[in-house]
């Protein structure tokens, strides 16, 4: 058992746990991903199948993710060049692009959980099934209420100056 300070809101144990977690289990799930997939890629390819969208812009998934457009962009450029996505001109703007998922990129998705399938028994023998269901609800009310906080409106100052 790991101390903690005293002092330490129990909301901030809270996220530094996921934090610790994400760490260990992102580096557990990374050694497991099939050669050539990062673990950016996969989550590209896990957010087209797990929303069900059939196109997406580069800011688009750049917001989802929260990275820069550069970041995206070089992703996905790496992602089109292994054939598992496509990139085309929008042509309601010419300036912009579209990407959608390739028969490859789910094929690709479902093999990297395929290849991750055999780490499931380290969370099992740690949480049975019906505590992970009683997690998993919260869990996703927090992810939701993030999700929704993440582009608050900005604080504006009043104007004080005199018109």
Same mark, same amino acid.
């Given at each position: 058992?790991?101390?903690?300070?005293?002092?330490?809101?129990?909301?901030?144990?809270?996220?530094?746990?996921?934090?610790?977690?994400?760490?260990?289990?992102?580096?557990?799930?990374?050694?497991?991903?099939?050669?050539?997939?990062?673990?950016?890629?996969?989550?590209?390819?896990?957010?087209?199948?797990? %929303?069900?969208?059939?196109?997406?812009? #580069?800011?688009? +998934? *750049?917001?989802?993710?929260? /990275?820069? $457009?550069?970041?995206?962009?070089?992703?996905?450029?790496?992602?089109?060049?292994?054939?598992?996505?496509?990139?085309?001109?929008?042509?309601?703007?010419?300036?912009?692009?579209?990407?959608?998922?390739?028969?490859?990129?789910?094929?690709?998705?479902?093999?990297?959980?395929?290849?991750?399938?055999?780490?499931?028994? %380290?969370?099992?023998?740690?949480?049975? #099934?019906?505590? +992970? *269901?009683?997690?998993?609800? /919260?869990? $996703?009310?927090?992810?939701?209420?993030?999700?929704?906080?993440?582009?608050?409106?900005?604080?504006?100052?009043?104007?004080?100056?005199?018109?």
């Amino acid at each position: 058992m790991t101390a903690t300070p005293p002092n330490d809101p129990l909301t901030f144990e809270f996220f530094n746990e996921i934090g610790i977690i994400d760490q260990l289990s992102g580096t557990i799930f990374e050694r497991a991903l099939p050669a050539r997939m990062t673990r950016a890629q996969f989550t590209v390819l896990n957010h087209f199948v797990r %929303l069900g969208h059939h196109e997406r812009s #580069p800011a688009q +998934l *750049a917001n989802a993710f929260q /990275v820069t $457009r550069p970041t995206i962009t070089s992703t996905l450029a790496r992602m089109a060049r292994d054939g598992l996505v496509t990139i085309r001109d929008d042509p309601a703007d010419g300036r912009a692009k579209l990407v959608s998922l390739t028969d490859k990129g789910r094929s690709a998705r479902e093999s990297a959980l395929g290849a991750v399938t055999p780490l499931l028994p %380290l969370l099992e023998a740690v949480i049975d #099934p019906q505590e +992970l *269901a009683l997690v998993l609800p /919260v869990l $996703r009310r927090v992810r939701i209420a993030l999700d929704a906080a993440r582009d608050p409106v900005p604080n504006h100052a009043p104007d004080t100056s005199n018109p």
